[in-house]
């Protein structure tokens, strides 16, 4: 089954860090450009974070730009967010998400890791 | 970088409605443009891609349309797994990937 599972969600005081993982299987994740979308409680969707196939590009809202470092291991089949500096503004849960090749769009989804930032 | 505005922000609509939903780009997008049916609770789900192309197992009661900078989401005979929170979302290389703000297809 072609699946994506994200991890490392959790509670952290503002001014903290996080490191979340996302875990894919099924595929071959080498060959595939993933990104990161958030969803605050309540709220619509939010681009957050893409990186290519080969880990060498890699792009950020400006949300998140400076206090965030997206990567990926291929031999792991994983991807990753840092997340530092967190604010409050950041609780959310994050979805990992594919992208159909050549049509840009985000065709599989992990089911989300809920990060809260309170104090 | 390019905003996308949905509308309406609410639909109220019973079983068997035809549904129509309305996405607008602040530029010309092409037609790299994709819809999304996302419910509560769970992750998004890929409904159209490159504006009107129908991803694999969505049923074809759902079609999508345009191009530039105005594309629609059709749901011909709204059934009632169909209530759900739909959201556009756009592809530019130079503004990578936003999403409308969403549309609530509520119960009439």
């Known amino acids: 089954e072609v699946q994506l599972v994200e991890s490392g969600g959790g509670l952290v005081r503002p001014g903290g860090s996080l490191r979340l993982s996302c875990a894919a299987s099924?595929?071959?994740?080498?060959?595939?450009?993933v990104n990161w979308v958030r969803q605050a409680p309540g709220k619509g969707m939010e681009w957050v974070s893409y990186?290519?196939?080969?880990?060498?590009?890699?792009y950020y809202a400006d949300s998140v730009k400076g206090r965030s470092t997206v990567s990926r291991d291929n031999a792991k089949n994983s991807l990753f967010l840092q997340m530092d500096s967190l604010r409050a503004e950041d609780t959310a849960v994050y979805f990992c998400?594919?992208?159909?090749?050549?049509?840009?769009?985000?065709?599989?989804w992990g089911q989300g890791t809920m990060v809260t930032v309170s104090s | 970088d390019i905003q996308m505005t949905q509308s309406p922000s609410t639909l109220s609509a019973s079983v068997g409605d035809r549904v129509t939903i309305t996405c607008r780009a602040s530029?010309?997008?092409?037609?790299?443009l994709a819809w999304y049916q996302q419910k509560p609770g769970k992750a998004p789900k890929l409904l159209i891609y490159?504006?009107?192309n129908l991803e694999s197992g969505v049923p074809s009661r759902f079609s999508g349309s345009g191009s530039g900078t105005e594309f629609t989401l059709t749901i011909s005979s709204l059934q009632p797994d169909d209530f759900a929170t739909y959201y556009c979302?756009?592809?530019?290389?130079?503004?990578?990937?936003?999403f409308g703000q969403g549309t609530k297809v509520e119960i009439k």
């Open positions: 530029q010309s997008i092409s037609n790299w």
């Open positions: 990186i290519s196939t080969s880990g060498s590009t890699v």
């Open positions: 979302q756009q592809y530019n290389s130079y503004s990578p990937w936003a």
């Open positions: 490159k504006a009107s």
């Open positions: 998400a594919r992208v159909k090749s050549w049509a840009r769009a985000f065709d599989i």
């Open positions: 099924g595929f071959t994740f080498s060959s595939y450009e």
